[in-house]
């Protein structure tokens, strides 16, 4: 007897578990989930106006910028330059031991000495017709001939003086006091700085937008501050054939020293022509294969006659990108208000709070402080 009643207490226990579980159970099912909107920052679609461009990569490369060669044999008895300087046209780099040729001007300046002396006298006794014709002339020849050989010599030690050819900054040097060069052998690097070349390539549909004279952002990751102002000075009349391709040069004044030879630059060709563009914030855009979406956010009214934000997914057309902007071609219309952060919380229908005290500040010319 006490064994049934027990079992039939343990029943009744839980068969009142089970309808609780299912009363709350029930309860959930009929119960409507509240889900708390979404913070995000917002912009309106706005209509912008962009000038047309056309975007390269370019070379840095000096006006006029050469390695200093040496011309002839001979060992160095001079160093007159630092490493690194500036140096003006004309200014004496090294200097070669000229003493064999100081000692060979010497004796070619005596023979040229004595042959005027001799042109000299032929000539007196040529007026008192006491020598031929013949032997003037041949008097007029040897001392022609005494001076080219003394002028040669000379040449020989002008060269061996190595001057700088053009003002510029000298790089590092080549050459060590006593060393014996060979001619053609290089002794330092020297380039101007004031202007310089740059160099880049355009495809061949975009060249009859360009012309000499049109302005040229140069920019990159070396150079600080704003970008830098060059003008194209010329452009190449042939296309290259490996990539059809055409090559434009461009003309800078550096005399802020921002630029250096060699370096890799970023180049805008700035044409006169300006477009009216949809834009929004890159980081409004959903980025997918099926195709590229922004989130719109709409007002909607529920049947208490609340009003609420939601946001419908809504796929869109780009364009061009400058900056942190993005051109919309289609799919939204200026006056639109798109989220631009936040976005990868959003679903379609999904309820928003629009905060824009942390908004993401877009730009078309973005300088980040650590670039």
């Known amino acids: 007897m ?9 029943v009744a226990l839980i068969g009142v578990i089970i309808l609780i579980k299912v009363i709350q159970i029930s309860t959930l099912i009929h119960t409507k989930a509240v889900v708390p909107p979404e ?3 917002t912009i309106q679609v706005a209509e912008q106006t962009w000038q047309r461009s056309l975007t390269s990569v370019g070379s840095v490369s000096p006006v006029q910028g050469v390695t200093v060669p040496a011309e002839l044999d001979g060992k160095i008895v001079e160093i007159d330059f630092e490493a690194g300087s500036s140096v003006k046209a004309g200014d004496v780099l090294i200097r070669q031991d000229t003493s064999a040729e100081a000692a060979q001007l010497r004796s070619a300046e005596a023979n040229a000495e004595l042959a005027h002396v001799n042109l000299e006298r ?10 031929s014709q013949a032997q003037f002339d041949a008097d007029v020849a040897t001392y022609k001939q005494a001076v080219a050989a003394a002028d040669n010599i000379r040449a020989v030690i002008a060269k061996k003086t190595v001057k700088a050819p053009f003002s510029g900054q000298l790089g590092i040097r080549l050459v060590n006091l006593g060393q014996s060069l060979k001619a053609g052998d290089p002794i330092v690097s020297l380039e101007s700085l004031g202007k310089l070349f740059v160099d880049f390539y355009l495809p061949q549909e975009q060249v009859r937008s360009v012309k000499v004279g049109l302005k040229v952002a140069v920019d990159g990751d070396a150079i600080e501050g704003k970008p830098i102002e060059a003008v194209i000075t010329a452009i190449n009349p042939e296309v290259d054939t490996s990539t059809r391709n055409v090559r434009v040069q461009a003309t800078v004044d550096n005399a802020a020293g921002r630029l250096r030879p060699g370096m890799y630059v970023d180049v805008t060709v700035e044409l006169p022509q300006t477009d009216k563009v949809l834009t929004v914030p890159a980081t409004a855009v959903l980025y997918a294969p099926y195709g590229d979406t922004v989130y719109v956010v709409d007002e909607a009214k529920a049947e208490d006659g609340s009003k609420s934000l939601v946001v419908r997914q809504q796929i869109v057309r780009l364009g061009a990108r400058r900056g942190d902007f993005v051109v919309v ?3 939204v219309k200026a006056g639109d208000t798109v989220v631009t952060s936040g976005v990868f919380r959003l679903r379609p229908g999904g309820a928003v709070m629009v905060n824009n005290a942390l908004a993401p500040d877009a730009q078309l010319a973005p300088k980040p402080a650590n670039s």
């Open 39 to 41: 913070p995000v920052s």
């Open 122 to 131: 032929t000539r007196e006794l040529l007026a008192k017709a006491t020598v």
């Open 329 to 331: 071609l289609a799919g």
């Open 2 to 10: 006490k064994t049934f009643l027990t079992i039939l207490g343990l």
